[in-house]
């Protein structure tokens, strides 16, 4: 994925460079590519650098961070904003989610808060580069022209998970299957009134339909339209949750799109896994709940804790599966699942243990694509296990690679002072055996025999340019308190005795 290029809007320098490293920092992925000091400015460098995604601050001279979100709104409608504000004021975020702001973030900036925004942000954007072609269905009586005056009425439906990626083969065979033979035309005309114009639209991923009504006064209700047609979908999807989310207003048909984009956000906040659902625009305002990603962010602090100190992949893996259990329990949202998910990667990925940052990415799509095809609460936990596993297996092969570099090279450095392999084991706290297993896998031959071969060739070293010295202190040198011992050796491994060696050169 090509790097994603960020604008950060701060009229003060220092507050808006602080800004500007923690994004990077969180995600290697965004690079700031330049920093304005109102929006006025950030208007102009837009224009210059074409960034994907804006982070500003509200209050600033000539032009502030909702003026700009505005003429964003208008002129940029691909550009992500994000408001960064020093003010909790709920009329706030009102106002800003009325000009299209993907997300708003308090100061100071925390480091979680800011990962999860970025994280988002990363699944809105390719969910919109990747988004398939339109499909939509008109019905017999819609006219777009003659209706430009009218006002509508907006539903939403998704059936199974969200998707995060719509180009992941396994993905489209799991959703071709299950919705390849729905006759969607022939449903939305039985649950529709006779004479009602309608159209339904492919929303960004092929699991969610927009069905839009045009208003016709005491004659249709979106709300009994829509549970009709779930009704009809459960004759050919018995066991697959349907999920619904609707406006109760009726709006001009400039609106429909920016209603649209509130249903998703909606359905993105409260979508549970395996559970029909249906919920109302206007009675769902306040629908963030983070009580239960809190707790167990706590919990995962521990959990990584602990393994770090300790090792035991084991007891971290089942510590995990608790945690799933746990959240399927609470009802936690499938947004809920993927925060903790993912966060759990990246405190390893942040511990300071320099693992694999493409294999985490790698691990992290995967966790992404199983939940997206997980339609029971049993094949979530399986399934996301089964990701944490590989982790764990990743994890574990990691840990003996750097153990194998650490004993080999100590072995290299301090092999003349190396008496026993036990020795070595009593250092590094690990058994005898596993070290020597280790050690064999690196070099690809037993410790001591190593030892031996490395102290010989220094022996041979010191016998060629130093010719005056006796075999004793030839043997002192190379480790040996015995010279006759050290003589043994020397011929187990060259064939002659130092002596004969000594005296052929």
């Known amino acids: 994925m090509k790097k994603i290029k960020v604008l950060v809007v701060e009229d003060e320098i220092i507050i808006g460079k602080n800004i500007a490293s923690k994004i990077e920092e969180a995600d290697s992925l965004f690079e700031v590519v330049g920093m304005a000091g109102n929006g006025k400015e950030a208007l102009e460098l837009i224009r210059i650098h074409n960034p994907r995604v804006i982070f500003t601050d509200i209050c ?35 106002q800003a989610i009325k000009h299209g702001v993907f997300n708003y973030i308090l100061k100071p900036v925390e480091k979680d808060s800011l990962a999860e925004i970025l994280y988002d942000i990363r699944k809105s954007i390719v969910s919109v580069t990747h988004s398939m072609e339109r499909k939509i269905i008109y019905s017999d009586f819609y006219n777009m022209e003659q209706y430009d005056a009218s006002y509508y009425q907006i539903g939403l439906l998704c059936i199974g998970n969200l998707v995060y990626d719509a180009t992941e083969e396994e993905v489209i065979q799991f959703y071709d299957a299950l919705l390849g033979k729905i006759p969607w035309k022939e449903i939305v005309e039985k649950a529709v009134p006779e004479g009602c114009p309608w159209y339904l639209s492919d929303e960004h991923v092929f699991n969610q339909k927009v069905l839009v009504l045009k208003y016709e006064k005491s004659q249709v209700e979106i709300e009994k339209v829509l549970k009709k047609i779930n009704q009809l979908l459960s004759e050919f999807l018995a066991e697959v949750t349907i999920h619904i989310v609707y406006s109760q207003n009726q709006i001009p048909r400039e609106e429909i799109w920016g209603i649209t984009k509130q249903l998703r956000n909606l359905l993105k906040h409260q979508l549970k896994i395996e559970q029909n659902q249906i919920y ?80 985490i990415q790698n691990l992290q799509e995967e966790l992404l694509k199983k939940i997206g095809v ?112 050290f003589s043994r050796v020397f011929k187990n491994e060259t064939g002659m005795a130092p002596s004969e060696y000594k005296e052929g050169l």
């Open 60 to 94: 600033m001279p000539t032009m502030d961070g909702m003026e700009l979100a505005h003429q964003l709104h208008q002129f940029y409608p691909g550009v992500i904003v994000v408001i960064v504000s020093g003010f909790s004021d709920f009329s706030y975020a009102q």
């Open 374 to 485: 997980s339609l029971t609460a049993n094949d979530l936990v399986e399934n996301l296990m089964t990701v944490f596993k590989k982790f764990g297996r990743y994890i574990e092969n990691w840990q003996e690679q750097k153990i194998e570099d650490q004993i080999c090279e100590f072995v290299d450095t301090a092999y003349l002072e190396i008496e026993s392999l036990e020795q070595v084991a009593d250092k590094f706290g690990y058994n005898y055996a596993y070290l020597s297993r280790l050690f064999k896998k690196k070099k690809g031959m037993p410790m001591n025999k190593y030892i031996t071969e490395k102290k010989m060739k220094m022996a041979i070293s010191i016998m060629e340019s130093n010719k005056e010295l006796t075999i004793n202190e030839i043997s002192e040198i190379c480790g040996y308190k015995d010279y006759r011992y």
């Open 280 to 359: 109302i625009l206007e009675r769902e305002k306040d629908y963030v709940n983070s009580e239960i990603i809190e707790i167990v962010k706590m919990k995962l602090k521990e959990y990584v804790k602990a393994y770090l100190k300790h090792g035991n992949m084991q007891q971290f893996l089942e510590d995990i599966n608790c945690i799933l259990i746990y959240m399927i329990h609470n009802q936690a949202t499938q947004d809920s699942v993927e925060k903790v998910s993912i966060y759990m990667l990246r405190l390893l990925e942040f511990s300071k243990q320099k693992y694999d940052l493409e294999i």
